[in-house]
């Protein structure tokens, strides 16, 4: 078994084009990290092993892989082969250039959050520096957003917030979408407009809570999905800060990813909370 620390240089390559001959390969990083790996490894079947080493480190903690180094060095290695969705996005009809994320993928608020959050500040306040940036966003104007969810055209609207999720949880106990599962072929999508320190104290209580509803607050269901904003916006994907777009598309590709994970009962889903 030949293992690989593996920091990829391009995105999306798929069919294990960066590692031929590689048995397994294992991503030492953040959530960044393994979502470059994910994409050069899509469609290949060659198992890849995490080492979760970032500030967030989400896609671990959402199926369950440890986040001790030596713990999650023995899944890494010793684990249990678990095919996993990932989700392919094309950003402005680049067919060729497709795009691929294991977590999320954020448009407007969430990837103006990241550019304000710097390494230093990372470093300083860990996932705090997010809180701590997402403060002048609040008072963000809405932009216009046309949504479609499986080739129906759902809704044209205001939003501040858009995002495309393949996993429940953002961290600190927070599960924005909290029917996203990475293993049933689906993704999930929230599309927010609240404006204002009492417009987002009301929708992060409902999410939080789960009681009652924000009209501010939309979600959606399904395979492949597409956002366009009227002018270019900032996009995220998995924390990382990638480019601009004005139109997004996406479609789940189901068990794309052969990832270890912790060997667990056959009747558990490998998604944790």
């Known amino acids: ?93 680049q067919a060729d250039k497709p795009l691929y994320f294991a977590v999320m993928a954020g448009i407007g608020f969430d990837a103006r959050l990241m550019q304000r959050t710097n390494e230093s500040l990372k470093k300083a306040l860990g996932a705090a520096a997010y809180v701590f940036s997402a403060m002048p966003e609040l008072f963000t104007k809405p932009h216009r957003v046309e949504i479609s969810v499986d080739g129906s055209k759902q809704t044209r609207r205001n939003a501040v917030l858009t995002v495309m999720g393949n996993v429940p949880s953002i961290g600190g106990g927070v599960e924005l979408m909290p029917d996203a599962d990475p293993t049933d072929g689906r993704m999930e999508m929230v599309v927010g407009s609240p404006v204002g320190l009492s417009a987002w104290a009301r929708a992060t209580a409902q999410v939080l809570t789960r009681m009652g509803a924000d009209p501010t607050l939309e979600q959606y269901a399904g395979v492949a999905m597409s956002v366009e904003v009227d002018e270019p916006m900032p996009y995220e994907l998995d924390g990382d800060l990638v480019g601009s777009g004005s139109l997004f598309e996406a479609e789940v590709d189901p068990g794309a990813l052969m990832i270890m994970l912790p060997p667990r009962p056959s009747s558990q889903a490998p998604a944790a909370r």
């Open 1 to 93: 078994m030949a293992a690989h620390h593996h920091r990829p240089t391009r995105r999306g390559t798929g069919a294990g084009g960066d590692c031929p001959g590689a048995d397994l390969v294992v991503a030492a990083g953040g959530d960044g990290t393994v979502r470059e790996v994910s994409g050069a490894l899509a469609g290949s079947g060659i198992p890849m092993g995490i080492v979760p080493s970032g500030t967030a480190n989400l896609l671990a903690k959402n199926v369950g892989i440890p986040i001790d180094m030596e713990d999650a060095i023995s899944v890494a290695v010793g684990g249990e082969p678990t095919p996993l969705d990932l989700v392919r996005m094309v950003v402005d009809a």
